[in-house]
């Protein structure tokens, strides 16, 4: 996998914490799992990502 779909998975999991974060300050639970999802997402693409290089060897 490319470093640019890497970084892109990683940005998408920082927005996930930040989200998660606002959402527990804010009290407001859409937002905090809103956040959750994007991060449940960047893992499950990220782990996508570490099978394709596994068999890229």
Same mark, same amino acid.
């Given at each position: /996998? !490319?470093? !640019? #779909?890497? +970084? $892109?998975?990683? +940005?998408?999991?920082?927005? !996930?914490? /930040?989200?998660?974060?606002a959402?527990?300050?804010?009290?407001? %639970? &859409?937002? %905090?799992? %809103?956040g &959750? /999802?994007?991060?449940?997402?960047? #893992?499950?693409? &990220? +782990?996508? #990502? #570490?099978? &394709?290089? +596994?068999?890229? $060897?």
């Open positions: /996998m !490319g470093i !640019g #779909d890497k +970084a $892109k998975h990683t +940005a998408e999991d920082v927005s !996930g914490h /930040m989200k998660e974060a959402g527990k300050v804010t009290d407001n %639970e &859409k937002l %905090e799992a %809103e &959750k /999802m994007d991060q449940a997402k960047a #893992d499950v693409k &990220k +782990a996508g #990502d #570490d099978v &394709k290089d +596994a068999f890229d $060897k």
